[in-house]
C-alpha cells in the first residue's frame, strides 16, 4: 500500500499550559491533533500520579500531531513560545500515514 | 463552657478525625484513595452548598455596609499577607527569592476546604455566622497573586501577568461555582432552601468528612514526597505563619465589629494558604518557582495544621478578644 512520510511531534506538558499550546499550534495552521491524558510518572520534580492531583492545573497531558514535514519548523516555533519556561518534553519521530491528503 | 475545652472539643469531630484517618492512610502508605472523579464531584457539592447557603443567609440577615467594609478587608488582608509571608520566609528559611514570593502568594490567598470545615465546627458549636463570609472567601482568593508576582517583578523581573491568566483566576471554576451558589441563594431565600434543603443540609457534613478524608490522604502524600525540599525553618513558617495571618484577621475582625463566627471565619481565610488557585497561576506566571516548596508547604503543613489545631486556636483566641 502507498505511504507517505510524516511528521510526528509529541509534547507532554503541564495541564495548566494546555489551551496555551493549542492556541499555538492552531496558530501555526496545524488543524489537528490529539490530547492524550498522562496517568503519572516521573521526573526532576520527582514522581506523581493523577490521584494526587487536586487542581484543575494539576498533571500533564500530552498533545501528539502529525503533520506534513514542511510544516514543522512553523509549527515548532509556534509551540516552543508556549512550552520554552515550562517542564515538558517535545520529541519528533518520522512517521507515515496512509492518507497523506488528510495532513 | 472555657475557651479550652471549646477548643478541645473541635479537634474530636468527625470532620477533623477523617482527615487525620486519611493522613494516616498516606503516611503509612495504604493503597487508600479516593477516586479522582468522586473527590471532583465532592468538591463541585460543597462548593455549590456552601455557597448557596450563605447566599440564603445575606438574603435574610443582609448588611450592605458590613458586607462591603468586610470585602474590603478581606482584598486588603488577601494583598498586604503576602509581603508579611515573605519577609517571615525570608527570614526564617533559606528559601531564595523567587521561591519565596511564590509561597508568600499562596499565604496571602485561602484555601475554600480550611473555610467548610470551619462553618461546620461553628455550625456544631452552635456559633452564628455572615453568610456573606462566602464572598469574602471569593474575593481573597485573587489579590496575593498580584502581590506575589509585584515582589518577583521588584526582587529579579519575571513573572508575568498575561490577560488570559487573569480571566482564568478570576474565571476558575470554583469561584464561579462559588460566588453562582451564592447569587442563586441570595435570589431564591429560604424558600429556595426548603426545596433543595434535602440536597444542601443533610448529607453535607458526610460528604465533608468524605473530602476530608481524600483531602487527608493527599496532604500525607504531599509530606511524603515534601520531605527534603523544605527546611526546617521553611517548615516552621509553614506553622508560624498561619497564626500571623490569623492574627491581621483578628484585628480587622475587632476593627470592623463582626460577630464571633465571622471573625473566626475571616481569621481562618487570613490563616490558610491556596493550594489549587495559586499553584495553578504560579504555575503559568512563574514556572520557575519551585512548585514542590510551595504546595508541601501549603498542603502539607499548613492546611493539616488550620485543621488540626489552627480552627480550635483561633476560635479560643476569637473568643477571648471578642466575646462568644
Redesign the interface.
Known sequence: MQTHKAKRVDITI?K??L??LTDAIEKADVSGYSILPVFGGSGR????T?????????GMVQVVCIIKPGRLDALLDSAFEVVD???GVVTITDCEVLRAERF | MDVFSLAAETLVTPIVLSFVLGLFAALVRSDL?IP?AV?KGMSLYLLFAIGFKGGVSLADHGNELTLGLTLLAGVLLSAIIPFVAYAVLRLMSGLNALDAAAVAGHYGSISIVTFVASTSVLESQGIMYDGYMVAVAAAMEAPAILSALWLVTRTKGGGTMEP?LWREIML??SIVLLIGAFLIGMITGEDGLKEIAPLVIAPFKGVLCLFLLD?GI?AG??LR?GRGVLDAGAIAFGIVMPMIGAIFGLGAAVLLGIPLGSALLLMVLSASAS???V??AM??AL??A???VYLTLS?GVTFPFNLVIGIPLYLALATVAIGG
Open positions: 503541564e495548566i499550559m489551551s496555551r520534580s520527582g514522581a506523581w493523577r490521584e494526587d492531583n487536586i487542581g484543575r492545573g494539576d519556561r515550562h517542564i | 484513595s479522582e473527590a488570559g476558575n471554576g483531602m493527599i502524600r504531599g514526597k493550594y489549587i488557585a499553584p495553578a504555575r503559568v514556572p520557575e519551585n512548585q514542590s498542603l
